[in-house]
């Protein structure tokens, strides 16, 4: 019979009994696979990497074989040979295509080494394998990496060159060469002063050293000699390699032709002098034109205002006096009923209704131009009557909060407040599609907070982009905007997939008018 190793069932919450602890957390969090099988080569361990590793988990390898696991037809002959040779006492390490479960092979480093009990007798085999992919990939990398740099360093315009950790210079790219028309014995070592400005080298020269004796970056601009013995103005830019102590072990630099930059550069400086100079000339145009503007449109606000409290109280006085005495007249035709004909008292009579319904409009009209309750009664009596008339209309259902000691407010505030809920209820009763609407004010300190919500069905994302970006919302939010800036207030939309807030905040005093 062949003996069995202990080893650990697969992700246990706790290492078994008689286990050390820590070994337990070794092998279930090692960056390697660790394999176990018995003499005959079933497997009794399969750690967690194995599984990520290979592809096939604890529970489908467990008493199987590791030959027909992991061993293909190629590879069997040399597996039997490395088994033999470890169940005779004997370690072995090498390079091993291992099968995987999605028929692939892993290129891995395996050890085999095998397990003996206390009395030195073998009872089985432990193996470790590392994917060494990896690895190989990167020997071919950087070997191609190599050859693509030089190709690379020769072929950029700029100008490449490399330097030991001391600053000795030991590698330049060919287009050094073209533009300084040098050769490598003369550019050895420290060789590359000879194409710096003798006045300008001393500075050079001075901060290159320091990088050197400190490790850091290196930028400058300064002009090299081309071999036509013209100065150019290069940027020159150094940076070191360290090693993993972080000691620096070479440098690289690179030194890029910057004279038509300079050049242009010094007309564009003179340019942007000249454009910042017509551009604040321009601002100062355009904040005078924005402030005629603005005062325009107060001004038109305030003429609207006007014009509405004109036209409401010419509607309530001269037409509703009209109507009330053309209601007067027919009501004396209709006293006479009897003495028309049937249709003509009908028609009497309908007219005395029509006149009624005329009346009642005529009303509703005046008073939503300009409410008379806003100048007798104030702002929340207003708004309670215009609330209730407006949910009786639109058959929308609103919530008015206002505190129970709300006092009154400058005329200019009272009618701003009133036209932006009138106007939201109108957006909400036309865009929204809501049942409902919810109207609050509240006062904080010295300043007026007015919400106005509904459960609609938004406004839409680019629409509200325009809002904030452009500043294009329509007449409406203009005018309400309008308004609240004319008086120090601010208006602000959200509308998040359902439903629309409209917050507007005013600064205000209360009065005791």
């Given at each position: 019979m062949v003996e069995s190793i202990s080893l650990p069932s697969p992700f246990p919450e706790s290492a078994p009994p008689g286990e050390p602890p820590h070994l337990h957390l070794f092998l279930q969090a090692a960056q390697v696979a660790i394999i176990a099988t018995d003499l005959a080569g079933t497997i009794t361990?399969?750690?967690?990497?194995?599984?990520?590793?290979?592809?096939?988990?604890?529970?489908?390898?467990?008493?199987?074989?590791?030959?027909?696991?992991?061993?293909?037809?190629?590879?069997?002959?040399?597996?039997h040979e490395h088994m033999q040779s470890v169940l005779a006492?004997?370690?072995?390490?090498?390079?091993?295509?291992?099968?995987?479960?999605?028929?692939?092979?892993?290129?891995?480093?395996?050890?085999?080494?095998p397990v003996r009990n206390d009395a030195g007798v073998n009872v089985g085999i432990v193996g470790v394998s590392q994917d060494i992919r990896s690895l190989k990939e990167a020997e071919v990398a950087l070997r191609r990496s190599e050859e693509q740099f030089l190709a690379f360093a020769n072929s950029i315009p700029e100008l490449c060159w490399m330097a030991h950790a001391d600053g000795h210079l030991f590698w330049y790219n060919e287009r050094w060469y073209e533009y300084t028309g040098t050769t490598p014995q003369q550019m050895e070592g420290w060789g590359w002063q000879s194409v710096h400005d003798p006045e300008i080298l001393p500075s050079v020269l001075e901060r290159w050293k320091e990088s050197i004796r400190t490790g850091t970056p290196f930028e400058m601009q300064f002009p090299l000699r081309g071999a036509d013995g013209v100065y150019r103005w290069f940027l020159t830019r150094i940076r070191p390699v360290h090693d993993h102590n972080?000691?620096?072990?070479?440098?690289y630099g690179t030194n890029t032709n910057v004279?038509?930059?300079?050049?242009?550069?010094?007309?564009?400086?003179?340019?942007?002098?000249?454009?910042?100079?017509?551009?604040?000339?321009?601002?100062a145009e355009l904040k005078t034109a924005n402030a005629s503007l603005r005062d325009l449109s107060s001004h038109l606000l305030r003429m609207r205002d006007d014009e509405q409290r004109r036209l409401a109280r010419e509607l309530h006085d001269s037409v509703g006096q009209l109507l009330a005495a053309i209601g007067m007249n027919i009501a004396l035709i209709s006293a006479e009923a009897n003495k028309l004909?049937?249709?003509?008292?009908?028609?009497?009579?309908?007219?005395?209704?029509?006149?009624?319904?005329?009346?009642?409009?005529?009303?509703?009209?005046?008073?939503?131009?300009?409410?008379?309750?806003?100048?007798?009664?104030?702002?929340?009596?207003?708004?309670?009557?215009?609330?209730?008339?407006?949910?009786?209309?639109?058959?929308?259902?609103?919530?008015?909060?206002?505190?129970?000691?709300?006092?009154?407010?400058?005329?200019?505030?009272?009618?701003?407040?009133?036209?932006?809920?009138?106007?939201?209820?109108?957006n909400i009763h036309r865009h929204s599609e809501s049942p409902t609407a919810a109207i609050s004010m509240h006062q904080q300190e010295d300043r007026m907070l007015i919400r106005v919500q509904d459960s609609g069905k938004g406004i839409p994302r680019e629409k509200q982009r325009d809002l904030v970006r452009t500043g294009r919302s329509g007449v409406g939010f203009a005018g309400m905007r309008e308004r609240l800036r004319e008086l120090g207030g601010s208006l602000e939309i959200r509308s998040e997939g359902k439903g629309t807030l409209v917050t507007a905040t005013l600064p205000v005093k209360e009065t005791n008018r």
């Open positions: 361990y399969w750690n967690p990497f194995a599984e990520r590793l290979y592809g096939w988990s604890f529970r489908e390898v467990v008493g199987r074989n590791i030959m027909e696991i992991t061993v293909s037809a190629e590879t069997e002959q040399a597996a006492g004997n370690s072995w390490a090498g390079e091993f295509q291992v099968h995987c479960n999605d028929g692939n092979y892993v290129a891995a480093f395996v050890t085999l080494s972080g000691k620096v072990v070479r440098w004279d038509e930059q300079r050049l242009i550069l010094e007309s564009l400086s003179e340019a942007r002098d000249n454009l910042e100079k017509r551009v604040e000339e321009r601002t004909s049937p249709d003509a008292a009908k028609a009497a009579s309908e007219n005395v209704r029509l006149v009624q319904d005329v009346s009642r409009e005529i009303r509703t009209i005046s008073h939503l131009l300009h409410p008379p309750l806003l100048d007798e009664a104030g702002l929340a009596s207003a708004l309670r009557w215009y609330v209730e008339g407006f949910a009786e209309r639109s058959k929308i259902k609103v919530d008015l909060e206002i505190p129970p000691d709300f006092r009154r407010l400058p005329n200019d505030k009272e009618i701003a407040i009133f036209r932006v809920i009138q106007e939201c209820l109108t």
